[in-house]
């Protein structure tokens, strides 16, 4: 039988991280209809509301229930608005690895939310699951990323060359694919010994 993450919530002085409800439908929907959301990940174009609610009531739980990984939204302790999501994925159970992937609401960009909210995964991951190691992927012109990785203590540890497809605008207002490389980010338990950690509560 595959292992499997807990039903988990972590908590930081900022934020929650617990997995989707239907009533997220809406700010997801709003979050992955960005233009720099669409650039980076491989969300559909459009996105629309019956992708979120596929997403919410399918395909996110069936990461955990499969043992892939856990797909976290990230809220706003104060407000509840949906900040971001984080999503551990490719978990290798034997190796007690993951790759974690992240995404930051338009309007909570260049708080730092992106950091703490992988950060506090990190080391719930870490201290509570016992695994060895999380791998960060950024494409090679995603900056805001890397600076995420770099902030939480990854340590850059090389390129996959034309290993990655992301979108670009087109004159006429559309999107087309185009290959980029690829930056693999490791982080280890002793490399967050040192980290100035926002903490985090699990339950």
């Known amino acids: ?3 499997t993450f807990p039903d988990i919530s972590i908590s930081t002085d900022r934020l929650v991280l617990r997995p989707f409800e239907e009533a997220d439908i809406p700010e997801l929907t709003a979050m992955m209809s960005d233009e720099l959301t669409a650039t980076w990940t491989s969300a559909p174009v459009p996105y629309t509301a019956a992708e979120a609610r596929d997403w919410i009531t399918r ?3 069936a990461e955990r229930a499969e043992g892939r990984g856990i797909v976290l ?4 302790l104060l407000t509840h608005r949906l900040v971001g999501s984080v999503h551990l994925r490719n978990t290798n159970w034997r190796a007690l690895a993951t790759e974690v992937g992240y995404v930051v609401a338009p309007w909570a960009r260049g708080e730092g939310y992106a950091a703490e909210s992988v950060l506090a995964v990190a080391q719930w991951l870490f201290q509570d699951q016992k695994f060895e190691r999380l791998e960060l ?3 090679a012109g995603n900056t805001a990323s890397q600076q995420v990785a770099q902030k939480i203590g990854c340590l850059s540890e090389g390129v996959l060359r034309n290993a ?3 979108r670009s605008r087109t004159e006429d207002g559309g999107w087309t694919d185009i290959r980029t490389d690829l930056i693999v ?3 280890l338990p002793e490399d967050l010994e040192d980290a100035p950690g926002p903490g985090y509560r699990a339950g």
């Open 59 to 61: 395909r996110a739980p």
């Open 1 to 3: 039988m595959t292992p």
């Open 164 to 166: 990655l497809i992301v």
């Open 185 to 187: 980010w490791g982080l």
């Open 137 to 139: 992927r950024t494409a």
């Open 73 to 76: 939204a990230v809220h706003e």
